[in-house]
């Protein structure tokens, strides 16, 4: 069955304590400064008051310093991170490379009180001299949801002012991402802010402990599906996710800058920790020696689901070419993707490429008549479509037209960038905000892939399985394999209770299952993980040889990606 919370214990060693008394009672009782370090989206003032309360009501003097009150004015902060090009372009801007300290001036001095404790907090606290350090955290999809309600103080550094996705997506996460994972071998302690009158806290030692076993066995991240203006049902129907919502659009199973990792004793003693910070201590592990050479501590591969089940049809899109996204948008690799149709028929669609007569003068104007006049578009004038046929894999390099239509349940496999759609068409749907969806479309005729056409596009970017090994009950197929992209995906085809055995070789492996009851996956080490219809797994370079077990009494097929 399909789980919502995948949860790890911690380590035997770890530290968890629940509740501002308990969190609070781990803070020293004699003279020092205590840093609590963390993004916007933490309820700082609330975090504060409330641990202020409960060391005064133990007999410590506690002084407050709001870090955010030292901030540079905010035009300096917007000089320092913005690029004159970025005001130019009203989608996307270059990934900000500041460090944290970009937003003072000056950082204030944090000398220990005669008595009691200094407790500096938010977002750049770590920067000062301090003897005790905390990272307090809310997912990602917290500070989403801020800047969606126009939130003051949502955007780093900025605390008076209209908050702006662009800004949050392309400036505040990477500088507050380098930031943690710089500091994260030295945080004293980890604080969970998702439910404010309940925090979990994890000591150091003990999260780093953890990480250190989970590097090194099978681990599954939290999913969870947001809503969009195509979003569809099955999600909803099949999995449980956001019943109460208006729909389930993109599924995020492994987005690596967004997931995160439970580790806990149940829902009500639990933590959820990003699984970025586990490359960044254990990169060796997870990634292994080349992959890690090659990609830093950035986990390459992505798995999503795209939910058009009862929805609408995605936009048509592409994603920028390799030298354009390192020069424009600062990601060192780019945006290549492969859909895998996990639900599809042969009534639905999926547009792929361009025919071979395509005109692309003629799609441009297409393009520009149907975003200022509203004149609808038929995008199959330019576009191939083709049968979503259960099963089948479509590759798609970056600078390539496509859309996953209305009906389907794509397992979208992917490289991690994933901010950078270009959009060409959007069937003219409004957004949510009752607008019209914003279509960059000049960066996507800039990308655009003229050459592949027609004929090319169904020999390369609709491949048919071959298979790679097989033995008694079980095979291994080559599903996708483009020279031109850094990853293939394979298939496992096992019958009931078939056993089939497998290496990581030095390189993780990202295994999903598309058809079927699932599979119990048992390492050499002796690690047993089980892994249900639709769940994605990780299974780092470091656990080696592995066997996927077939469970259930059906036939079951499993899909992995690995960097090759």
């Keep these: 069955m399909y789980r919502l919370d995948p949860r790890y214990a911690p380590a035997p060693q770890a530290a968890f304590h629940k509740g ?3 969190v609070a009672s781990q803070l020293p009782y004699g003279s020092a400064v205590v840093a609590v370090e963390g993004p916007p989206s933490v309820d700082w003032s609330l975090l504060a008051d409330r641990l202020a309360h409960e060391l005064t009501e133990r007999g410590t003097p506690v002084t407050l310093l709001d870090i955010r009150t030292h901030y540079a004015p905010p035009a300096l902060v917007r000089g320092r991170t913005e690029r004159p090009a970025d005001a130019e372009d009203p989608y996307f801007r270059k990934l900000a490379d500041n ?6 001036e000056t950082l204030p001095v944090s000398a220990p009180p005669a008595e009691g404790l200094l407790l500096v907090y938010g977002p750049g606290a770590a920067l000062v001299e301090h003897d005790v350090l905390w990272y307090a955290d809310v997912p990602k999809r917290y500070a989403e ?3 969606g309600a126009g939130e003051a103080g949502a955007n780093l550094g900025l605390p008076d002012e209209k908050p702006d996705f662009r800004r949050l997506f392309y400036v505040d996460w990477p500088m507050l991402d380098r930031h943690r994972d710089a500091v994260a071998r030295r945080l004293d302690a980890w604080l969970d802010m ?3 009158d309940h925090p979990a806290w994890l000591a150091g030692a003990g999260l780093r402990a953890t990480f250190a076993t989970l590097a090194r066995r099978p681990v599954r991240t939290r999913p969870y599906f ?10 909803q129907r099949e999995l449980g996710f956001n019943p109460g919502s208006r729909n389930t659009a993109l599924g995020y199973e492994l987005i690596a800058p967004e997931a995160g990792i439970l580790i806990g004793t149940g829902p009500e003693a639990q933590a959820e920790v990003p699984f970025q910070l586990l490359c960044v201590l254990e990169p060796l592990s997870v990634l292994g020696a080349e992959v890690h050479a090659r990609f830093g501590t950035s986990f390459p591969i992505r798995f999503d689901y795209l939910d058009t089940v009862g929805g609408g049809s995605l936009s048509v899109h592409c994603h920028p070419k390799e030298s354009y996204m390192r020069e424009r948008f600062g990601w060192d690799y780019t945006q290549h993707e492969t859909y895998y149709l996990t639900l599809g028929s042969t009534d639905t669609k999926v547009y792929l490429g361009l025919r071979e007569d395509a005109d692309i003068d003629g799609f441009r104007k297409e393009v520009e008549r149907a975003i200022t006049d509203g004149v609808p578009m038929d995008p199959e004038d330019h576009v191939l479509s083709f049968p979503a046929e259960q099963g089948q894999l479509f590759m798609i390099p970056a600078g390539t037209p496509h859309a996953s239509g209305a009906g389907n349940l794509v397992l979208e496999i992917s490289a991690t960038p994933y901010l950078y759609s270009l959009r060409f068409y959007d069937w003219l749907r409004p957004g949510a905000d009752g607008n019209p969806r914003p279509l960059p479309y000049e960066h996507g005729f800039a990308n655009l892939e003229t050459g592949r056409r027609g004929e090319a596009v169904v020999r390369d970017l609709v491949q048919q399985p071959r ?12 599903i996708g394999d483009l020279a031109e992209m850094f990853y293939e995906v394979r298939r496992f085809v096992l019958d009931a209770g078939a056993e089939a055995v497998d290496d990581t070789q030095g390189r993780f492996h990202i295994l999903n299952v598309v058809e079927g009851d699932g599979v119990t996956v048992l390492t050499a080490a002796g690690d047993r993980h089980e892994l249900a219809y639709a769940e994605t797994l990780t299974v780092p370079a470091a656990v080696g040889r592995y066997t996927l077990r077939a469970a259930g009494t059906g036939p079951v097929r499993v899909v992995k990606a690995l960097v090759r």
């Design 467 to 478: 298979t790679l090994r097989e033995g008694t009950g079980w095979r291994e197929e080559v």
């Design 194 to 196: 998702q439910h404010p």
């Design 145 to 147: 949801a801020a800047v």
């Design 99 to 104: 460090p944290l300290d970009d937003l003072f």
């Design 20 to 22: 501002w008394q308990a």
């Design 226 to 235: 947001n809503s969009t203006p195509w979003g569809g049902h099955w999600a």
